[in-house]
């Protein structure tokens, strides 16, 4: 809506009771703001060598979730790994799949993987798919032994050392 027709709008009177007014006014003293990201206030850093490239959106310190854009600069494989707790993915551009399954996810493909499993992501290069990563995920070599857990604080450090590395400014605005 453009904003001088929205200013012009006459404000409606609320139908909200005392108590349900007073309720969410607690969320100014208490509340999480709304945030908003533009697209060009993150950055893609190296995650598997120069093939898969990490884009943070969102790191969530206080429920563990780890939000955001896997690139696919160069065919890429991001080895044997399992979950702990869910994770939910979105493909926006190219191909991607797992070792494990017959599916190939494509643009607008939705993919929910849930904790328990081992699988192995290939992706074909150009692949961007929007991630909503929950918990940890376990990396385990081809005879099951665990070899790195990562989480949230995991992915944040990446993106830490690789901002002070360059000189680059940290965007702390992730981190809500
Ligand atoms: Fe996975």
Not at 116 to 121: D, E, N, S, Y
Request: glycine share 6%.
């Amino acid at each position: 809506m453009d904003r001088v027709v929205e200013s012009e709008t006459p404000k409606l009177e609320s139908l909200l009771s005392t108590e349900e007014r007073r309720i969410i006014s607690r969320h100014d003293v208490y509340g999480i703001r709304d945030q908003y990201v533009s697209a060009d206030e993150s950055l893609y850093h190296p995650f598997v060598g120069d093939d898969l490239l990490l884009k943070p959106l969102r790191f969530d310190l206080r429920n563990s979730l780890y939000v955001c854009i896997l690139w696919a600069k160069h065919p890429g494989v991001l080895g044997r790994h399992r979950h702990r707790s869910p994770v939910t993915a979105y493909t926006l551009e190219g191909a991607w799949r797992y070792a494990e399954y017959d599916w190939i996810a494509r643009p607008g493909d939705f993919v929910q993987e849930n904790p328990g499993v081992i699988h192995t992501l290939i992706a074909e290069q150009g692949m961007k798919t929007l991630f909503f990563v929950n918990g940890s995920l376990e990396f385990y070599d081809e005879r099951d032994a665990l070899q790195n857990t990562m989480d949230v604080f995991s992915f944040l450090d990446m993106y830490l050392c690789h901002c002070e590395a360059r000189g680059l400014a940290i965007n702390e605005r992730l981190i809500f």
